[in-house]
DNA sequence: CGCGCTGTTGAAACTTGTCAAAGTTTGTGG
DNA sequence: CCACAAACTTTGACAAGTTTCAACAGCGCG
């Protein structure tokens, strides 16, 4: 039965997704922790999930039990209103955390779904929490990425607050170069994983004024865009953009 | 030396703030505490602090050592451009948080200003992060309370990206009805602490606007107002105003 | 290889911002 | 306690920015 034992094979090298051979340390878990505490937290993580384009991690209303960390892909999560209009309220990239939304009521309230093919770690709330109160540094760590949460929260309700629609897509690009950058990738060429319309949702505009303001990136040579590929030409004339004009 | 004696009392009554005896107690702590637990509690709370109309509790930059819960009075938080531009994040009143922006960079990220006199208890965040190793309900009342921010801001973002402005002043009118509410104030009346400025700018809109956005309301009954006492004469009609229009 | 989804572009309509002026309230100092 | 100045609010007319509606192009997937 020599396709069992492959099967088996595989099947551990899935399950075995230990933190301490993730190349997301510096992303996702606080740094400086010793040999033993690394092992507590490889227990933490129960287990991995792997998402297709399209799928949804999780969705508002059902019961939140773990937040989950991005190991590699692309995903948004959104907010919907009865009646019908939707906001998408982030983007998140490898080594980002999902879920922390579903704290507060045990309850999921938003919507998280896979832009590209993905995986991520499950990381059961109550045991998060069970280790934090051993691990100091663990502890501080997570308040501090809930914090950073609120405070990009507060970012984006500045841009929807004060920003004209070229402004807020200058943010945006520039958002994505950073965080590309941090991950490694190139700072001035990326692929868009999301639509014009989510964008646009993003940033509280229609996917038209979107798009309009890619064109005008594009005619006044700030930026090539084809498609869902963007490539930065003047990364200075962009961050100036957001500094000059007055609106709202 | 009656005199000495007189003011020695003051100051131990000023001083003695105990959160066993403080009426905040459902709003900004855990419930089902053990008598022990709130004793430590106690300790956790190193000083109150009084501020005047117009004083900030503090500033962006400033080093963050402490959270602080409203004891009484009203309070905004606001975000700086470096082009000028502000944006109200927030508005607190009593029983709420003020200051978890502060945990991620260990720097204030926003201004905290009163709106009228106030009165805070200050919460060293080391104190509050060592006792939550202690005490779990402790631990998880504190997560689910930042959790309940990051939700909230989700729903300023939903508001800013998809409402037109009646229907971004309904919704503000109504959460601070609910917050009245939750209090023991009236849910139908009460007086704005804040400047058509301020709520403007919370807004994303131009204080005309949102002065002709109360006129509208007036015209049509839904509420009644007269600078900034207002009462409101409709709320069902408020709500479905929210629940109709398109834009975005 | 064509159908559908996504993106682009144009023109008109609508909402909100801008500028300006006048009215109202609040706070302060005499 | 009144008077006056400063701050805040209201309202109007006009301008600007964004959405809406519509048509079409392009790419990607099945």
New binding site residues.
């Given amino acids: 039965m020599p396709n069992r034992k492959a099967v088996q094979a595989i099947t551990l090298s899935v399950v075995k997704t230990a933190c301490s051979n993730c190349n997301l340390h510096e992303l996702c878990l606080p740094l400086g922790l010793s040999h033993e505490e690394v092992e507590k937290l490889d227990e933490l993580v129960s287990a991995r999930r792997r998402l297709k384009r399209g799928e949804h991690l999780y969705r508002a209303g059902e019961t939140f039990g773990a937040i989950y960390a991005v190991r590699s892909g692309f995903f948004k999560t959104d907010v919907l209103l009865e009646d019908g209009r939707e906001q998408v309220t982030g983007f998140q990239m490898t080594g980002e955390l999902l879920g922390l939304d579903g704290i507060s009521t045990e309850t999921h309230s938003c919507n998280a779904v896979a832009l590209e093919d993905s995986e991520v770690c499950a990381i059961p709330f109550s045991h998060l929490e069970g280790l934090s109160r051993e691990i100091h540094t663990l502890q501080h760590h997570f308040h501090k990425v809930m914090s950073r949460e609120i405070v990009r929260d507060h970012g984006v309700m500045m841009l929807l607050g004060t920003m004209?629609?070229?402004e807020r897509l200058a943010a945006f690009l520039l958002n994505l170069s950073q965080r590309f950058t941090a991950r490694g990738y190139s700072p001035a060429e990326f692929y868009?994983r999301m639509?014009?319309?989510e964008i646009?949702s993003y940033l509280?505009?229609?996917?038209?004024?979107?798009?309009?303001a890619?064109?005008r990136f594009q005619e006044e040579g700030l930026i090539a865009?084809?498609?869902?590929h963007v490539r930065i030409l003047d990364i200075g004339k962009l961050k100036r953009l957001m500094s000059h004009h007055?609106?709202?």
Same sequence: chains 1, 2.
């Fill in positions: 004209r629609a070229e868009l639509t014009r319309e646009g509280g505009l229609k996917l038209e004024t979107v798009s309009r890619f064109s865009v084809q498609q869902k007055t609106r709202d």
